[in-house]
């Protein structure tokens, strides 16, 4: 086996260098990761940067597990396969078609790609947390979630963001040992990015930024 490339990364500097509002610029769904295991430490990291987030009352209600067993990540890739197939499948029809727009092609490409390969993703993140007289706390989650996803920008790791595997929630947090006041939300599938962080596509702030009141555009 040759060594490990990650061993030589300083944990404590790595990302510390990249700017706020150009990390949030060029944060964007990477789903094409590599296989190459990512530190602990790094995965401490960047879910710290979660723990950063604004909550409610700060009452901070996330937990995260960090799933990087081969096994276990098996296990819910199968899952999460079974689920996505049937979802995707119309798109993936509709995008048959010689006019369908590009840049949703590549989207759906990436969704897809990374539903095959998701056993291989060296680091499945699930985010649960608290339910608040009786009701999960989603909304509370998602600022420490999207935390997670820029601080993975800033040290040089692909991510992205899963929730169609709420379709079988109970039995994964069963499988993740998570009790019953504590559901998860989301996944993040995280690992070493094949392809560059980029700008993503987004509409122009001038489309959706109104000043006093609301004026059709
Ligand atoms: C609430 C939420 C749920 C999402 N669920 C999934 C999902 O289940 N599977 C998936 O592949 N991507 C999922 N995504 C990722 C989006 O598809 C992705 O953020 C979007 O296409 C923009 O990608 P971009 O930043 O690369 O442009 C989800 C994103 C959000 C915010």
Redesign the pocket.
């Known amino acids: 086996m040759g060594a490990d490339p990650t061993s030589s990364i300083d944990v404590e500097s790595i990302g510390e260098d990249v700017p706020l509002l150009e990390g949030i610029r060029t944060?964007?769904?990477?789903?094409r990761l590599k296989p190459d295991p990512v530190p602990r430490e790094l995965i401490r990291k960047v879910c710290e940067a979660g723990t950063f987030a604004p909550s409610g009352g700060n009452r901070q209600p996330w937990t995260f597990v960090a799933v990087t067993d081969p096994q276990r990540r098996a296990w819910f890739a199968e899952r999460y396969r079974k689920i996505?197939m049937p979802y995707i499948a119309p798109a993936v029809e509709r995008a048959k078609a010689p006019d369908f727009p590009e840049a949703k092609r590549k989207?759906m490409n990436?969704?897809v790609y990374?539903?095959e390969h998701m056993h291989e993703v060296p680091v499945h993140l699930f985010v649960a947390g608290w339910k608040r007289r009786g009701d999960p706390q989603i909304q509370a989650l998602?600022p420490a979630i999207e935390n997670v996803l820029l601080a993975c920008r800033a040290v040089g790791l692909g991510a992205?963001?899963?929730?169609?595997?709420q379709a079988f929630q109970p039995e994964l947090d069963a499988y993740l040992g998570l009790p019953a006041d504590t559901p998860t939300c989301?996944m993040i599938p995280i690992g070493w990015p094949k392809v560059k962080h980029r700008r993503?596509?987004?509409r122009s702030i001038d489309t959706c930024l109104h000043f006093e009141t609301f004026e059709a555009k």
């Open positions: 944060s964007c769904a990477v789903r996505f989207i990436g969704a990374l539903a998602f992205s963001l899963t929730t169609l595997q989301a993503p596509a987004r």
